[in-house]
């Protein structure tokens, strides 16, 4: 059905436009006043008619949009009227209400639904309003953080103030680390933000885990291989300067007794002379070592700066530039935008630049086509991203997850700490370094702040 004003409107004006003819006729052209006051009186009547008829139209309207404005859809017109083209319009109104209502249930229907969803799900979430006005505080954030249905995001003060002000200044995409304490129990809380529109206001969206355990796990995992290396390194040390120390125990044995007053022979005494050597420079690899492993374990804090990646990077090439022609090596930079800038520590990106540059310089076999690019970019959400790629022989899979353990290598001349120590550079950044490789392919490193 489809409401016609038309077929309402067009009568009345055509019955009201042939009164005022008449009465310009005959008040005009015959001077018969009578029946011109009549048709006068006539056409007053329609033009009075047509306005009631109007206003009745506009009041239902105004009617039917006030219960939208209101929501109010419960509202619903008489179709008991004795004019038809009031009862249709009322029919098309209620039918148009009618179809609202069925909109809104499941709109409704819908959001209880999802609520539901929210408020069951595993994952601690909160929704706040940008005045802090709790909108969401599901049942996994209640367990977790032992609290009752807060009202406000300051009633988090209770739980902990290093919650609360991470929640406050994460933007979109930001991800923090908490650790609290509640009641007996500590916990580490990875806390993720996303800022969303939500019936016209700006809210932010907070899920909380705890991953104690997910951390307990790797740090074991990380002792443990840590301890593996150590182990190795140290007893590579180790286990030569105990060889020589007996074997020089031994020679000198005999000589030493009350007794024997021989000297030495020659050949003796080269024979210890050459197990000294080889114990001091066994024992200078181990202290060598000793203050490698104190390196990883003693980097400051960043001092932040504005720094100019293009500008950066060409400082890179003016230091490798002669050792990357000695290779036959062609290094390939693009900086967009060009002007493209991070907040970083100058020394401390130069460090683990400079150490992906050497281990991509190391790559290649005996390959002709030798190829570095680095590439500087941001990525959909405005992060700054470096990436150093290059065409070498890759990493085999088993090495790759290995790679940033301290003083793994697969070099024969490596201290296996290059890229260790660059990826906590990193993390001092509240950035990450990963890895892609394919052998045969080659292997890229990104630097993501």
């Not at 006051?37 to 009075?48: E, G, M, N």
């Not at 080889?278 to 400051?300: A, C, M, N, P, Y």
């Not at 991509?360 to 590439?375: L, P, S, V």
């Amino acid at each position: 059905m489809h409401f016609n004003w038309k077929s309402s409107v067009l009568p009345r004006v055509a019955f009201l436009a042939a009164s005022i003819f008449l009465f310009t006729l005959f008040a005009f052209s015959r001077g018969n006043w009578l029946y011109a006051l009549l048709f006068l009186a006539v056409s007053t009547y329609q033009i009075k008619l047509l306005i009631d008829y109007l206003d009745r139209s506009n009041e239902n309207i105004a009617s039917f949009l006030d219960s939208i404005q209101f929501d109010d859809l419960s509202y619903s017109f008489k179709t008991e009227s004795d004019d038809p083209s009031v009862r249709k319009l009322h029919q098309e109104l209620n039918e148009a209400m009618l179809k609202l209502r069925n909109s809104r249930r499941e709109k409704d229907s819908e959001f209880l639904f999802f609520k539901n969803i929210v408020m069951h799900v595993g994952i601690g979430l909160i929704v706040f309003k940008e005045d802090g006005n709790i909108e969401i505080f599901n049942s996994a954030a209640r367990k977790l953080l032992k609290v009752k249905r807060p009202e406000k995001l300051n009633d988090l003060l209770v739980v902990g103030e290093s919650l609360v002000h991470a929640i406050q200044k994460l933007k979109t995409g930001g991800r923090e680390l908490v650790r609290l304490k509640i009641g007996e129990e500590f916990l580490q809380l990875s806390v993720y933000a996303i800022e969303l529109t939500l019936r016209g206001e700006n809210v932010k969206l907070i899920s909380i885990q705890n991953i104690q355990s997910e951390l307990e796990e790797k740090e074991m995992e990380a002792w443990q291989n840590l301890v593996r290396v150590l182990t190795h390194e140290i007893m590579n040390s180790v286990t030569p300067i105990s060889s020589l120390a007996a074997i020089v125990e031994e020679e000198l044995a005999p000589y030493v007794n009350d007794g024997n007053n021989q000297p030495l022979s020659k050949e003796q005494l080269g024979d210890i002379h050459l197990s000294l050597q080889t114990i001091s420079k066994r024992s200078d690899g181990l202290i060598h070592f000793v203050k490698e492993f104190r390196s990883l374990t003693s980097i400051q804090k960043p001092k932040l700066a504005q720094l100019n990646v293009r500008s950066l990077l060409e400082e890179l090439i003016l230091l490798h530039k002669r050792d990357l022609a000695d290779r036959n090596i062609q290094l390939i930079i693009s900086v967009y935008p060009e002007d493209l800038t991070i907040t970083a520590d100058k020394n401390m990106v130069e460090q683990v630049l400079i150490n992906l540059l050497r281990n991509a310089m190391q790559a290649f076999d005996d390959q002709e086509n030798r190829t570095i690019e680095i590439k500087a970019s941001v990525n959909e959400k405005s992060r700054p991203i470096i990436s150093v790629k290059d065409n070498g022989t890759g990493i085999e899979p088993e090495a790759m997850e290995k790679i940033f353990i301290p003083f793994f290598t697969t070099k024969k001349s490596g201290s296996g700490i290059g890229l260790s120590l660059s990826r906590q550079l990193m993390r001092q950044h509240q950035g990450t370094l990963t890895v892609n490789s394919t052998v045969g392919v080659g292997t890229e490193f990104f630097m993501r702040f």
